[in-house]
DNA sequence: GTCTATAATTAGATAGAC
DNA sequence: GTCTATCTAATTATAGAC
């Protein structure tokens, strides 16, 4: 990565910083023109020139700016994986159900809103690879933890659908995300728009009725 | 592969047909590696020259025995479908719930024995393209509908998940297949076999408890 | 920081000897 | 049918003028 050493003064006047909100911002062109290509054509299908093109760059300043495609791509997954962060971020004082339905519910928005990340993560996840690895070991693993740890809590309480914690990663994430990653195929298929918040809120819906069904014991008690 | 040079009689002695054995098996094995390598790295990724060294042949027989590398994605996604149509044929005489009961087990069995379809289907729905019209218009819409309309049955019948017949094809295509497309991911993270076929099981179990759960009335009846 | 030119490699496809 | 050589175009990355 380069990082915007700046020429000017001991440590930054206001050219310096000028420049430094320009360099920024073709930094982030650059990043959501990635991101679109990366989501379309996997890693190896995406041209940084296609790449370029979208941003408005030239090729060139890819690797001005980023040190290689490899670092684009990681640049590219810090961003998407801060926005999951902020649609999935857990609100204090919720019951474990309250707290699982709010996660289903901003997994599916954020598939729709940004179908883009499980693209990446779908191209990504279909053969070992050196990247794979990064995106696991440094990404995916912390983030999915708490949420295996939740659903045990919910399995116990009775509270969740038969699903062990080995299989409800991938269940819930194929059910959630599928129809966003492959919204043109739906498109054509089924002539719907996926991004459409009435389906949305309907698939959001269905997928909480699935993964929490009624407690038993709720409607004893009622 | 070396041919017997034979160039044989008027139309199809023994030679011949030996001949044409041999191209069977070389276009069949053409076919099995770029089924790997489109998988792998979707169809822009993967390159001829790669398909051409995994299946222990030459770059340019490719050319010779398919037109283009996009034919060549064509004979790979007919000879996967087939094993599909083969691994959820419906018996005659089942009841709409066995039906779709058998119809999910396949879809799971069908993603572990042959992630390579999954995978494909999931790179080629990330982007329209006019690979995608083919095989949405020509192969996916046709195998759905009669799914669909099974679906539309159970859920009249109150014997199916509140799943609109929109939604229902990407949920549990999602549900049953991300787990295999993403076996790779799914060692990084979770250090379980996917293809192991006690997971295999549990996962079609689970599938069948979500989206056909217990009838009311059964219980009722019971 | 940008942009032209280009190096070095690889892509799909073809020609022609065998 | 196979296989070497090759064509044209596209790839990532770099050099250097501005």
Redesign the pocket.
């Known amino acids: 990565m380069?990082?915007?050493?700046?020429t000017a003064g001991p440590s930054g006047g206001p050219r310096?910083r000028s420049?430094?909100r320009?360099?920024a911002?073709?930094r982030d062109r650059l990043v959501e023109a990635a991101l679109v290509e990366f989501a379309n054509h996997g890693f190896?299908g995406?041209?940084?020139?296609?790449?370029a093109r979208r941003a408005?760059?030239?090729?060139?300043?890819?690797?001005?700016?980023?040190?290689?495609?490899?670092?684009?791509w990681k640049a590219v997954l810090l961003k998407l994986l801060g926005e999951l962060d902020a649609a999935t971020a857990i609100a204090p004082g919720l019951s474990p159900r309250e707290t699982m339905e709010r996660a289903i519910r901003g997994v599916v928005a954020m598939g729709a809103a940004r179908p883009e990340l499980n693209r990446i993560m779908i191209h990504e996840g279909t053969h070992p690879s050196d990247r794979l690895v990064w995106l696991v070991e440094t990404q995916v693993a912390p983030r999915t933890r708490p949420m295996l740890a939740l659903w045990e809590k919910l399995r116990a309480a009775g509270e969740a659908a038969p699903i062990s914690p080995e299989l409800l990663y991938h269940v819930l994430i194929g059910a959630a995300s599928l129809l966003h990653a492959n919204a043109p195929e739906a498109r054509l298929l089924l002539g719907i728009e996926p991004s459409d918040p009435a389906i949305v809120e309907a698939h959001a819906d269905a997928l909480v009725a699935m993964f929490l069904p009624p407690n038993p014991k709720d409607r004893a008690a009622r």
Chains 1, 2 share one sequence.
């Open positions: 380069q990082v915007s050493t700046a310096a420049r430094d320009a360099t911002e073709i190896d995406a041209s940084t020139r296609a790449i408005g760059a030239h090729q060139p300043q890819i690797n001005y700016h980023f040190a290689s495609k490899e670092e684009l």
